[in-house]
């Protein structure tokens, strides 16, 4: 499962299907503030995109797309973003993860209310993506230096 | 079986957590959000104000936990190169 | 006609339930158990709750299928008992 696979109707399936898969959980992230959806479906689409070209041209061929040794720091980037957030807000005034007392002088609460949730759902996004495909990679022994 | 047979109906609006106020006359949550929820964040997705404003530390929560998951499997699984 | 979907739907998840307990190929016993999966996030739908449906079938028939896939080629394809 780690190779790449023998079949060429297998590669060009998935090769062609990932982008639309991520470009589908881009889409999803992005719209969640309007329909359904949001940062933890948004991230499982982009890491199905991922896993998707692991399993279908190979573990080394996919480490262009997404290396596997910046994973697990990404992962954390993704909750220190949405920890920083909320310590950020407390630094403002407010409490933990009150976005309102964020230090933006120019918008109204409300709408820095709206900018601290898509902050909020970017780190959701990145910490949920990079954190299954660490969790594939480790499972699978993907070589990762 | 007989406890689930005497709850309210889905959708219905006499049903005790549609209210605005609950017997003892404080404000029901899920009515303060359907009424602030656009007021309060600009936001037309009250899923989506609820779960990443409101209650934001039980997100917090969930991505901790996905956190301490991919963690996990780093330090059991995870072979060195040889 | 809402109860008579949602019954097919029940019957549904319930069969394929039987069915990944009872298989020995434990490669359509995930197959089944993503149908699965499947059936309780359009019954989820089917409530009202879109957002947990979504959820439901992106994590339950996407990402737990690959996951138990990987750990069937690690270890065994044959169920033992």
């Known amino acids: 499962m780690t190779g790449q696979t023998h079949s060429p109707i297998i590669e060009v399936a998935g090769r062609g299907l990932a982008p639309i898969i991520q470009l589908i959980g881009i889409y999803v992230f992005f719209h969640g503030h309007y329909g359904p959806g949001g940062g933890f479906q948004g991230g499982v689409l982009l890491a199905a995109g991922v896993l998707l070209l692991r399993m279908t041209v190979g573990a080394e061929n996919s480490q262009a797309h997404v290396a596997a040794k910046r994973t697990l720091t990404n992962c954390a980037i993704g909750a220190v973003i949405f920890v920083g957030t909320g310590i950020v807000a407390i630094l403002g005034g407010g409490y933990f993860l009150d976005y309102a007392h964020l230090p933006v002088q120019w918008l109204e609460p409300a709408y820095m209310r709206y900018y601290g949730i898509l902050f909020v759902e970017l780190g959701i996004t990145l910490g949920v993506m990079t954190g299954l495909i660490t969790i594939y990679d480790d499972i699978l022994e993907v070589d990762y230096a | 079986m007989y406890t689930v047979a005497d709850l309210p109906a889905r959708g219905d609006l006499n049903a005790p957590a549609q209210q605005i106020t609950n017997a003892a006359g404080t404000p029901v949550a899920g009515a303060y959000y359907i009424q602030n929820a656009y007021k309060d964040a600009k936001t037309p997705n009250m899923v989506c104000v609820v779960l990443a404003d409101y209650r934001s530390t039980d997100t917090m929560g969930e991505l901790i936990v996905v956190f301490a998951g991919a963690i996990g499997c780093f330090f059991v699984l995870r072979r060195k190169r040889s | ?81």
């Open chain 3, 1 to 81: 006609m809402h109860w008579q979907i949602e019954f097919l739907l029940f019957a549904i998840l319930i069969v394929a339930a039987l069915i990944a307990l009872n298989l020995r190929n434990l490669l359509a016993a995930v197959v089944t158990l993503t149908i699965f999966s499947f059936m309780v996030a359009l019954l989820m739908i089917s409530m009202g709750a879109v957002d947990v449906g979504f959820t439901e079938a992106v994590v339950g028939a996407g990402i737990v299928g690959i996951y138990f896939v990987a750990a069937i080629f690690k270890t065994t394809r044959k169920s033992e008992d």
